[in-house]
Nanobody, 128 residues
Framework: QVHLVESGGGSVQAGGSLILSCTPS????????MAWFRQTPGNEREAVAG???????RYLHNPGEDRFTISHDNANNVYLGMNNLGVDDNATYYC??????????????????????WGQGTQVTVSP
């Protein structure tokens, strides 16, 4: 079992930056695929970015989107750096984790949103 806790959300003005953190607890001994998704009320959850904690392979759902960066540390904490935020980025951001996952698994896993573990989400509010 893995428990995920997101933090770092908050309110910023357009053009501002935030760094979201996802802290896993429980069985974190294996390599993980981890990802960030976001969702607004009434809309489907959408992928933002993913990473494999062993090897660091990354996936950006919108490859041309250079405002977001995903990274991790040795404790398998995963971070989503977000720059030049706009009102379209208003959403609840969720962290997800899948144990025993490789770089080849990451993209398909994100597309089908097939992660086993999900956090409760952290709200990002961007004002004009």
């Amino acid at each position: 079992q893995v428990h995920l806790v997101e933090s770092g959300g908050g309110s910023v003005q357009a053009g501002g930056s935030l760094i979201l953190s996802c802290t896993p607890s429980g069985d974190t001994s294996s390599a993980y695929c981890m990802a960030w998704f976001r969702q607004t009320p009434g809309n489907e959850r959408e992928a933002v970015a993913g990473i494999v904690t062993s090897g660091g392979a990354r996936y950006l759902h919108n490859p041309g989107e250079d405002r977001f960066t995903i990274s991790h540390d040795n404790a398998n904490n995963v971070y989503l750096g977000m720059n030049n935020l706009g009102v379209d980025d208003n959403a609840t951001y969720y962290c997800a984790a899948q144990p025993g996952c490789s770089a080849l698994d990451l993209g398909p896993l994100i597309v089908r949103q097939g992660f086993t573990y999900w956090g409760q989400g952290t709200q990002v509010t961007v004002s004009p």
